[in-house]
């Protein structure tokens, strides 16, 4: 595996592989790698001849000093897993390269970004977009891969990239989770043993919601209530949004249709977990039982306070 500090060389070899007739696939990181990143890793292998992973946590996209700086890291081990996973490029750009001094250009996706983690995350869309630009044009790829976890990420990305004809393919990964549903976040190391026994609550709450769209409910209040009721019985959870959108515009629906996406934000001690399903795909799962975890959260389990690593 080739480790890329430059952001010229990087466009370099690029250039050469595409030249070479050969396809480059490329997933952007923030490191502190798990299987959830692995799968999108097997994902670009499977849609290019050459896979490129950057790590580079991005201060822009975070809202708060004390967030950034708690942003868990673990260069050695993120490099140890690469290497074995066979991937031929880790771009680790430096943040004096990445934002040039007196950088003053922003990428703004407006109306995407008003509802769900973008009313609760001022600016964070705003960095995503930029870096994601920025490191589009440093990796020069045919295919760039993105996590369904983040679920309006990946559709601001996709309507930057149209907006603005980059030439690259967004392909979506499948939201990676651990046994009891939870999904794989970097984050979710900085769960403490209690924390981390009921955080699959919030996988179970969305599977309630979807249960209820199966049985022929689209009320979205009602389906909302089914999966709060959930959430509920798990202790420590403060739900920041529960919302089902329209994927497409990411808006608030009254009623929920066949696309309609149920999301959720909720806070878990000093973790910020967010999750989301499309109701009618996961109603399916949940009754064909081909959906991942959903256990019981175990309820009453007491949360100690800390603050977190
Ligand atoms: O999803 C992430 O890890 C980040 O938001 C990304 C896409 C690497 C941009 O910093």
């Known amino acids: ?7 010229a060389k990087m466009q370099e070899l690029s250039r ?3 030249s070479a007739g050969l396809t480059v696939g490329f997933v952007p990181t923030m490191g502190y790698l798990h299987d959830g990143h692995v799968s999108l890793i097997r994902l670009a292998r ?7 992973v950057s790590i580079f946590v991005n201060p822009t996209q975070f809202n708060s000093a004390d967030d950034f700086t708690n942003y868990p890291r673990d260069e050695k081990t993120d490099e140890a897993l690469l290497e074995e996973e066979g991937v031929d490029i880790l771009f ?7 934002y040039p001094q007196g950088a003053a250009t922003r990428v703004a996706v ?3 970004t008003d509802y769900l ?3 609760f995350r001022p600016g964070h869309f705003e960095g995503v977009a930029t870096v994601v630009a920025a490191l589009l044009n440093m990796v020069l790829p045919d295919v760039a891969v993105f996590g369904r976890k983040d679920f309006q990420q990946i559709q601001i990305v996709r309507r930057m990239v149209r907006d603005l004809h980059f030439g690259v393919t967004i392909v979506e990964g499948a939201t990676s989770r651990e046994r009891d549903g939870l999904a794989r976040s970097s984050r979710n190391a900085r769960l403490c043993a209690a924390e981390r026994a009921v955080a699959g609550a919030i996988y179970a709450a969305l599977s309630a919601g979807a249960q209820e769209y199966g049985r022929g409910q689209r009320s979205v209040s009602v389906l909302k209530q089914a999966a709060l009721r959930r959430i509920e019985q798990a202790p ?5 949004y529960l919302e089902v959108v329209d994927p497409d515009a990411i808006k608030p629906v009254d009623n929920a249709d066949e696309r309609s996406v149920m999301a959720i934000a909720a806070w878990l001690g000093p973790v910020r977990l967010i999750d989301n399903v499309t109701l009618a795909d996961q109603a399916l799962a949940v009754t064909e039982g081909t959906s991942t975890g959903a256990q019981s959260p175990a309820a009453n389990t007491a949360i100690p306070t800390h603050s977190g690593v």
């Not at 595996?1 to 952001?7: A, L, P, Y």
């Not at 499977?46 to 490129?52: L, P």
């Not at 420590?236 to 920041?240: D, I, L, Q, T």
């Open 92 to 98: 680790l750009p430096d943040a004096a390269d990445v």
């Open 117 to 119: 983690c973008g009313a």
């Open 110 to 112: 407006s109306g995407l």
């Open 236 to 240: 420590g959870f403060r739900v920041e």
């Open 16 to 18: 050469q592989t595409r």
């Open 46 to 52: 499977e849609s290019a001849n050459v896979v490129v």
């Open 1 to 7: 595996m080739k480790i890329v500090r430059s952001i």
